[in-house]
């Protein structure tokens, strides 16, 4: 499916799939215009609400989700924007988990509230504390698993299963692990949003998003909000994320394995790793019932921002950057990063220290990434 699924071949029978960089589409007639523009006759008629290249796309994710439908994205916090704006009104109350990535607590605590939609931000890991959140006018389950950077796992099928009892529509950004490792649709999941930056290109190459979903959401609810606000994907960067899908399975099964080898090392030099598919992650039984492999990302922890700095500055292979899901080993410092935007007290909610480290682990030679971990550890005194 990864390879081959959605692909449409054109006249010339391409065997990788073509690059449709238009904009536009002209018609044979007038009433073959008029007939594409009431619906009667199927095809395309502008960019921002068809493209080839980005249904082949589509399809493919749909497919690997499992999900009736998908629509693609200018980018992750596009497709996390839209699959909550579309569904939302002024009075609307929504739950959402406190560990999340800093742009999406950004939607959370300061876009929606600007709209009259109120959060209430919870403990993602208490299952109970979904419920006792919930609202006569609670429309909205927020969340992602493994969060970002704290790796607290939420326990799919159990909130899941609250929101429906509830009738509210759970959404859940699934980016961290893609539908290579977890596919949250078959624990109850209404909606699975993605940034396709990250695993899914998994070359660092461009920004993308997706939301799936079934056919009634995807084409009442979130395809009037996406076609009339324009988040649209490249149809160029579509085609680099259906390269990119095309060896998502190896990809994520190797960084998986590498990952859990690094996590091994770090747990016998640094006072604490989380990282799933260690037995001493809190929530590791879950993490594994859930989810096939630990996933590419783990944290650890030094002892404080110098500390960890000195760590970064350390290194030789591994790159100081704020990407995940890359074929490359990254690694970056939340605190003064990717979450610097959100204050101090949300980020001590988070457990986000000023001495934690966060590792995307890549494709390289997992030897290799350990010894530049110890020399930048020695180097830094740790
Ligand atoms: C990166 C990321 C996003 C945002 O995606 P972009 O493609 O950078 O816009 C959202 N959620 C999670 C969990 C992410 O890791």
Redesign the pocket.
Known sequence: MGVRGGTARSEFGETSEAIFMTSGYAYDSAGQAAARFTGEQQGMTYSRLQNPTVEMLEKRIALLEGAESARTMA????A?TAALLCQLSAGDHLVAART??G??RWLTDSLLPRFGIEATIVDGSDTPGWEKAIRPNTKVFFF?TPA?PTLEIVDLAAVCGIAKAHGIASVV?N??ATAALQRPMAFGADVVAY????LMDGQGRV???AVCGTEAFVNDVLLPFVRNTGPTLSPFNAWVVLKGLETLDIRAERQCRNALQVAGFLESRVPRVLYPGLASHPQHELAMRQMTAGGTILSFFVGDRREAHALLDGLELIDISNN?GDSRSLMTHPSSTTHMGVSEEVRDSMGITEGMLRLNVGLEDPQDLIEDLDRALNAAGL
């Open positions: 980018s992750g916090m596009a996390m999340m990535f742009s999406c992602e970002n950004d980016a961290f940034s396709a930056t990250k920004l993308a998003g995940i």
